[in-house]
């Protein structure tokens, strides 16, 4: 009111000139109460009062004073450092709780400006750097302010923005809910702390916090240990856990070890199981249903240590301590349960389950593709092949090769080889008899194998595919297996198979098998060579990259040179900016191929992170570098950088996606992919829909191939663009005009729609935003079969089921209901495929039998009571094997009628499902447990394994998934849950039996 | 009566006895003085709160500044006459409808006008005068002032002389004192830029000097760079002092060189 007045400053700026100090300070506090309105007038007499400021002789508040109101005048005119270090020499009269944008604004510039002080400190180790104690003070003032106001969010992203720790702690522990304040804490300091030190130091205030509680979150403070790499400290919590009198802190231990297992850290998770106690007793072998497996053993043979170490333990124990303490028996059979979930076979074996017994995938779609490809064209044919693959990733289902025998025969040399290793891919996780499954294509030591060597590479190729990040057992056997051959074809396959199966464990006797094949100098050998070193390297940042490096520059093989580079760019993986280095020595290569395998190092570096200084380097990259390849590479390298964030992607892509150079459009629809692999992102659709139909054959292959990525188990009910994406596919498939290299696209786009049987989806991220390695790396060298086709089955790396597993204390799976609320058909499986038209020549053969099998038909679905379950049929009736191709088709066409009935109810508006279930990422929000449940989870999770409180313990348990060892006899359909819960007395780990092998007739 | 204001009001009667008595060193002190009280009073500006005798007290101040302006005329201090008159200022603008109009504000005006066209303040001195009603500008004091700033400018440097003897007020006989020097550090000026040298006659003639003697010590007191050799006054260093700006050809050609290489990289 005042202040609008008068008409000028000019009288106040007047009376600064004034010899008497009254006058001045008369003059300066009225200027301070009207500098918003004349500050223009001021700023010319800004001198004047500067040098008050600078006066000794004044008092310390009249100096103040002066510096406040010179650093309002900076303020509006836009200088905002000279009024930060005004406003600093102002300090007590700087109120920071006042409410002004002249306030806000310097506060958030105190702060940015005090953190990165601190963090360029940090970073250049220099500890004790001199942060004016003034903007300290004002800094810590904000602080306690948020503190005080119970803005503890606040409080915390400014504490750790500016690296004080102290502070940090201090908002957690007087925050007033403290579990929800630390989650909160991890999260932001996974999304928003980008170097990993820090991040690293962070999480070690937070494990502190976490520990000082009552009741600890045992299953954060584990999830912050892995990041941290510090094994010894899940050891004690585990140890402490499963001591416990109480049978709940035991399952949670078993949630804690099912949490870890997840993200995928092989050499983390190793380190747990050996810091674990040796079981002093073993108790009865039905308890542990996987390492007691005769088979198994027999399969592993002498080669894990700790195994070895078990047997030793039972042996001894039966014989000297018969009868032991009752506390120790339990502790010990404890132990032994979670030896098994950590080394990661209990959960592949449920998963394997699982994806067994609700196996969805439609044969009609592979039949249509096998019928409209041309015969001589072997690129479509393996591509058919590979997509039979991908479709069962993980199922065990093979009957599509059992059914076309004569068919797969026409793969020859390295279709041969992939052939075989697609059975790896279906097979995948089949851990115990994974190498009986290839045994028949394995070469047979001596000379009498007789096998061709393309399949036998593929076989050891399977076999680390089968053992993907779990090769314990099998190690040995693909390290002798190597050893003992030098057909570069058998050395191929081994490399892969062992890079695969010691995923990440950095083992040197393997490293140096595997140098001695590099050092052949073979093209074929070395390039499988490099990448597996890669691969034993995983995210080690070890000296051996410079080895590898120093190779690359000596050998003439482009080959093994992009083979190198690849496997150095894996050796730094999540490493950030310690691969710094390596990454400006690689992107700086004459080799453009060198430069490439930077791309690539960039991207794995910082994989996840959203690092706006990769970015900005690769999108450098992306416009600037001379070669195509590494233009490609590095766009589609974005991918990589930008999962965590899958929304940016697309936005960020965007004009590169419309470039003129083909390379870079396919990195671009590639990189969208790869970050919105399995989101069905709306954004990331419609950048990928013009490309689908691009001018350039390849492009259109890197758009459907990166459609596909985007809508994994994205039905019609939830995009109808998915719909539409199907029929395009098929109709590129049916087109004989069509190019080679967009058909190939089609026809493995049609295999990851409808990946693992329709049960998983592709996943970098764990729950818990982990990066889940395995997934990563499988990605980043499927994106590789741009050079090299095999390579395209590490994609089954990246594929993780959706489902919600509740498992019991004795790991197995209870009958146990649950509720999806939401329409059932917005997450159903999609619809099988009619038999197309075109093809009604196909159904000829069906004409006699159909009455029969019509009637058989029927009764199966009133049996079926009429449940979408029905379709389960068509699995059953086609795993039943070959010969009965006839009554199929005919299932298959009956099967239509049923949604059509289903229509005519309304559609109930929730769903109850039943444990274990297909529980897809966009349902899991409306996953609720049932009040009156007998079962409560240990933690709140919408999928994945989850552990489950009995709290009817006296009565008895229904199991589920029991699965069906022969298909064939079980009973038609939808019967999974109902009969088999009755016969709970088979025993879980029953698997399916290995499948006869075929052999080629060649 | 506010005792503070009866305070006031004494001092001030005192201190106008002072400059009858033309004892200025008391003037400045009790000025000082004043002004520190006058800051005690909130009716005044800039917060102009209504008091009961927000009126009176406002005329006095008023008073108090009109006569330290006329002081500082009078002890013939340029700088305690601007602030003065900016301190007195918001009276005549702000306080215009509150108060009755003084009878020296024109006069005051037209001094502080004067002053700008002393100082050679020429932006300033228009800024002023667009502030001015139109019923001011015919007011004689503002009319002397506004007349003298055309001719000056205008080039009639005869005419602003001779106005020296017919000012409306004696208390302009200061400035246009001071009125004089200006006029003559402006035709040195313009000089410098003419002639590349002048004969010690001419000079003397131009810069209205009378005798040689005036014109050397001026030129050593206010151009040292002039050069008094032969009989002539050289210009010619005053001139070489302000080189042309060379053109940034090497930054231009790097700029339209990194433009088209931008231009190659667009996707």
Request: with cysteine; hydrophobic share 40%; aromatic share 8%.
């Amino acid at each position: 009111m005042a202040a609008t007045m008068v008409s000028s400053a000019g009288g106040l700026l007047a009376m600064l000139n004034e010899t008497h100090p009254l006058l001045k300070l008369h003059a300066l506090s009225n200027l301070n109460s009207c500098v918003d309105q004349f500050w223009p007038e001021i700023s010319t007499s800004v001198p004047i009062i500067e040098s008050l400021y600078e006066d000794e002789e004044f008092d310390q508040h009249q100096r103040q004073l002066a510096a406040l109101l010179v650093s309002k005048v900076f303020y509006y005119l836009g200088e905002l450092n000279d009024s930060l270090s005004y406003a600093l020499g102002a300090s007590s009269l700087f109120d920071v709780s006042e409410d002004s944008d002249y306030v806000h604004t310097l506060l958030a510039k105190a702060i940015d400006e005090y953190a990165s002080i601190k963090s360029k400190a940090a970073e250049s180790n220099n500890e004790a750097a001199n942060v004016d104690p003034r903007l300290e003070a004002i800094v810590e003032r904000m602080l306690d302010k948020c503190i005080m106001d119970g803005k503890y969010q606040q409080a915390m992203g400014i504490a750790i923005e500016c690296r004080r720790l102290d502070k940090l702690e201090e908002a957690i522990t007087r925050s007033d809910n403290i579990q929800g304040t630390l989650s909160y804490c991890i999260n932001v300091s996974h999304s928003f702390v980008n170097r990993r030190e820090y991040r690293s130091e962070v999480l070690r205030l937070l494990v502190k916090v976490y520990q000082k509680l009552p009741s600890p979150d045992y299953l954060s403070i584990c999830q912050c240990l892995m990041f941290l790499d510090e094994p010894e400290g899940v050891v004690s919590i585990l140890e402490k856990l499963l001591r416990s009198e109480n049978k709940d802190d035991a399952l949670l231990a078993f949630q804690v070890a099912f949490d870890l297992v997840e993200n995928e850290h092989q050499a983390f998770l190793l380190n747990v199981r050996d810091h674990l106690p040796v079981p002093k007793s073993q108790p009865s072998e039905a308890v542990q249903p996987v390492s007691s497996d005769p088979a198994n053993a027999q399969n592993e043979g002498s080669t894990a240590a700790e195994d070895v170490q078990m047997a030793d333990g039972t042996s001894a124990s039966v014989t000297t301590v018969p009868e032991a303490d009752p506390s120790e028996v339990m502790y010990a059979e404890r132990l032994t349960k979670i030896r098994g979930i950590l080394s990661g076979e209990t959960s592949i074996q449920l998963t394997l389950q699982f994806l067994y017994s609700h196996n969805k995938s439609d044969l009609l779609i592979l039949k249509t593709i096998k019928q409209s490809v041309e015969m001589r064209n072997s690129v479509c044919h393996s591509a058919t092949i590979y997509s039979n693959a991908i479709m069962h990733a993980g199922t065990t289902v093979d009957t599509f090769l059992r059914e076309n025998l004569d068919w797969l025969s026409r793969a020859t040399n390295w279709a041969k080889f992939s052939a075989t290793a697609g059975l790896g891919v279906i097979h995948r996780g089949h851990l115990q008899q994974g190498r009986s499954l290839m045994a028949p294509y394995l070469p047979q030591g001596g000379a009498g194998g007789g096998g061709s060597p393309y399949s036998e590479g593929g076989a050891l190729y399977a076999l680390g595919l089968i053992h993907a990040n779990h090769g314990e057992g099998i190690k040995q056997f693909l390290r002798d297996s190597l050893r003992s051959t030098n057909v570069e074809v058998i050395q191929h396959g081994a490399c892969l198979g062992l890079g695969l199966a010691a995923l990440g464990t950095a083992d040197e006797d393997i490293y140096d098998d595997i140098k001695n094949v590099l050092y052949t100098d073979s093209a074929v050998a070395g390039e499988a060579a490099g990448i597996s070193m890669g691969l034993l390297m995983v995210g080690t940042a070890s000296e051996k990259a410079s080895e590898m490096l120093t190779y690359a520059h000596e050998t003439q093989h482009e080959k093994i040179i992009r083979g190198l580079a690849l496997g150095i760019a894996l050796t730094v993986y999540g490493r950030e900016e310690e691969a710094d280095t390596l990454i400006e020595q690689m992107t700086r290569d004459q080799d453009p191929i060198l430069r490439y395998g930077g791309m690539y190092a960039l991207a794995l570096a910082y994989s996840g992170t959203a690092n706006n200084k990769a970015i900005r380097q690769l999108l450098h990259f992306a416009v600037s570098d001379v070669s195509d390849d590494v233009r490609r590479t590095a766009v589609l390298a974005l991918g990589f950088v930008l999962y965590s964030e899958p929304e940016q992607t697309p936005r960020i892509v965007s004009l590169l996606s419309e470039s003129y150079n083909p390379h870079v459009r396919y990195g671009a629809a590639l990189a969208v992919g790869i970050s919105c692999a399995g989101t069905g992102l709306s954004e990331a659709i419609s950048l990928l829909e013009p490309l689908t139909s691009d001018v350039v054959d390849f492009v259109r292959q890197g758009a459907l191939i990166a459609m596909a990525m985007v809508m994994v188990q994205i039905n019609e009910a939830n995009d109808s663009r998915v719909g539409t994406f199907r029929r395009q596919l098929e109709k590129i498939i049916l087109d004989k005009h069509e190019d080679t290299m967009s058909k190939m696209g089609a026809i493995l786009a049609s295999g990851i729609l409808d990946a693992g049987g329709r049960n998983v989806t592709i996943k970098l991220l764990s729950k818990t935003k982990h990066d889940k390695i395995t997934a990563v790396v499988g990605l980043a060298v499927f994106s590789q079969f741009w050079y090299w086709y095999p390579l395209i089955y590490f994609i089954s790396l990246a594929f993780s089921p959706t489902a919600l597993i509740g498992l019991n204390y004795d790991l197995k799976v209870p009958r146990f209901e649950f509720l999806s609320h939401a329409k059932p058909s917005l997450f159903e499986y999609p619809k099988p495929t009619t038999v197309p038209t075109a093809t009604s020549a196909v159904k000829l053969p069906t004409a006699v039998l159909s009455t029969s099998a019509k009637a058989k038909a029927r009764a199966n679905k009133k049996e079926a009571d009429q449940k979408e379950k029905a379709i389960t049929e068509k699995t059953d009736t086609s795993t039943a094997g070959k010969g009965k191709s006839s009554s199929e088709k005919d299932g298959d066409s009956m099967q239509v009628d049923t949604p059509q009935e289903k229509k005519a109810e309304p559609e109930p508006s929730f769903e109850i499902l039943i444990n274990p279930a297909r529980v897809v990422p966009a349902q899991e929000k409306f996953i609720k447990i049932l009040e009156d449940s007998r079962y409560v989870p240990v933690k709140s999770a919408p999928s994945g394994f989850v552990l489950l409180r009995d709290l009817r313990p006296t009565e008895p348990e229904v199991l589920s998934l029991t699965d069906a060892p022969s298909s064939t006899q079980s009973p038609a359909s939808g019967t999974t849950t109902g009969q088999q819960g009755s016969a709970s007395a088979m025993a879980v780990d029953e698997e399916p039996q290995p499948p006869a092998p075929f052999e080629y007739s060649t | 009566m506010d005792p503070k204001l009866t305070e006031v009001s004494q001092l001030f009667e005192r201190f106008k006895a002072a400059i009858t008595r033309k004892d200025y060193d008391t003037c400045t002190q009790q000025l000082s003085l004043l002004k520190v009280m006058l800051t005690g009073f909130r009716s005044l500006p800039p917060l102009f709160e209504e008091t009961p005798n927000s009126v009176h007290e406002l005329t006095l101040a008023r008073d108090i500044f009109e006569h330290a302006v006329l002081l500082s005329v009078k002890i013939e201090d340029q700088d305690a006459f601007e602030r003065d008159f900016f301190q007195l200022k918001p009276y005549y603008t702000d306080a215009r409808n509150r108060l009755p109009e003084s009878p020296n504000e024109y006069m005051i005006l037209g001094l502080n006008l004067l002053r700008l066209l002393v100082q050679n303040r020429i932006a300033e001195f228009h800024t002023e005068l667009e502030l001015l009603t139109s019923t001011a500008l015919e007011n004689p004091c503002i009319k002397h002032a506004v007349e003298l700033e055309q001719s000056f400018m205008e080039g009639a440097y005869n005419r602003v002389l001779s106005a020296k003897q017919n000012v409306p007020n004696e208390t302009y006989g200061y400035f246009m004192d001071l009125l004089a020097k200006t006029v003559r550090d402006e035709i040195a000026g313009c000089s410098e830029k003419a002639y590349d040298y002048l004969s010690i006659n001419d000079a003397c003639q131009m810069l209205l000097f009378k005798s040689d003697q005036e014109l050397l010590e001026y030129s050593k007191e206010e151009h040292p760079e002039w050069e008094v050799k032969n009989g002539s006054v050289f210009f010619q260093k005053a001139k070489d002092s302000a080189p042309c700006k060379e053109i940034p050809s090497l930054q231009l050609i790097n700029q339209t060189l990194s433009y088209a290489r931008e231009l190659e990289r667009i996707v």
